[in-house]
């Protein structure tokens, strides 16, 4: 049971993670750290995104922005690796509060200045992409900014989607590499990762129907809320461990 229920939410994220377009991180990682220790979230979650991204790569065939690509890809997997190598230096609980605290806050901002215009320029791709790369490493999570930084340049949904789906596949491929090296991906864990292979190929695959027939600002906005509620539940749950020990 409580398996089926963590396939399910993983359902959620990844048709959420489509629709919104920052990527089913922002959510799975937070939803995980309920069901597993955040080093095995942080090996999982990786895992997760070589098979969800492959499939986003595969399904939105539209093109690839090769421009954003080098600006925003290159920055991220040098940064990733730094975030992720930095991750040990804290412990499960105290990586759930930064999580928790970012998501409310990002999702709050958003929210409030939701119509805010960001001038694309190469400098704010490569801050962009670097941000994104290390909350990715760090964090597990950090599509968001990307996905925030890749808006400005007004993309048509596919070529947005697909261009960051390309950058985060070789972002998780840097950071798959790192956590093994440090432990994170466990071999009682990689049980899940068929499963979460063909949950990424069934989300994509949902959530680019949905995305199809409702606007995309509306599924945004929604998403946001959705960030600043598990962000709140992520807080009360880092602040119950913490009062347990």
Known sequence: MRALLFFIL????????????????????????????FQSVLGLTALFHLGSNLSKVAQFRNGINLRLVLYLGIPSVILVILGAQASDRFSGVTLQWILGIFLVLFSAFFIAFRRMEIKPTPARAIIGGGISGFLAGILGTG???????????????DIFIATSALIDL???????????????????????????????????????????QVPQERFRLISLILVLLIGLVTLIYSFSEFSSR
């Open 143 to 157: 599509g968001a900014i990307r996905g925030l930084t890749m808006a400005a340049f007004n993309l048509p949904k």
């Open 170 to 212: 070789a972002v998780d491929l840097s950071r798959t590499a790192v956590y093994y090296d440090m432990g994170y991906i466990h071999a009682h864990d990689l049980i899940y990762v068929p499963f979460l292979i063909a949950i990424g190929w069934f989300g994509t695959r949902l959530g680019k129907t949905i995305l199809s």
């Open 10 to 37: 993983a359902i959620l994220a990844e048709v959420l993670g489509t629709i919104g377009g920052f990527g089913s991180s922002v959510f799975f990682v937070p939803i995980a750290g309920f069901f597993f220790d």
